[in-house]
């Protein structure tokens, strides 16, 4: 090591801000690294409309349309109902293909009917294969017919439990 090298070095530990910036460096570039590959979100269009198949009284699920707003093809590995009118189920499994800017429509079991049904808006959480990650997405659902689904269902149940 030159002379002027060793005199300035001194074997002394470097200045305090040269250690904060190699930690920080440190701390950062892999979080942006990690960050290189990830999507940019929304994955999904972030309202889709909600149908009711012509079985919706005896499956009780719900047809969701969703429309890919990523330049990639995914696939929708699974996906659950949040709504005041039926109950929330657990995450029912899915391998329903999704081309790049296309669309696909997944069907997605609903709980037990709510009676008394409470007030809000109706939503389905989805996961999204990427092929090296999963992410979940939710999508707000313009569904008209979730309202009298359980007004049936919550007189079917009123008329079985006057019985």
Avoid: K
């Avoid at 002027?4 to 250690?19: K, T």
């Avoid at 440190?26 to 409309?49: I, M, Q, R």
């Avoid at 409470?118 to 313009?142: C, F, K, N, W, Y």
């Amino acid at each position: 090591m030159p002379a002027d090298v060793r005199r300035r070095h001194n074997g002394a530990m470097p200045h305090p801000s040269v250690i904060r910036l190699a930690a920080a460096t440190a701390l950062v570039l892999p979080a942006l690294a990690g960050c290189a590959g990830a999507p940019e979100y929304p994955v999904l269009a972030t309202a889709a409309v909600a149908e009711l198949p012509t079985d919706s009284f005896a499956t009780r699920s719900i047809d969701v349309t969703l429309e890919s707003v990523w330049d990639q093809p995914v696939v929708i590995a699974g996906g659950t109902v949040f709504t005041p009118y039926f109950e929330r189920l657990d995450a029912a499994g899915l391998d329903v293909a999704l081309p790049a800017g296309g669309e696909v429509t997944v069907r997605l079991s609903l709980g037990a009917a709510t009676c008394p049904a409470g007030e809000g808006p109706t939503s389905a959480q989805l996961v999204i294969d990427m092929g090296d990650q999963e992410l979940l997405q939710s999508v707000m659902l313009r569904d008209r017919e979730l309202r009298p689904l359980n007004t049936r269902a919550c007189e079917v149940i009123g008329g079985l439990d006057a019985d």
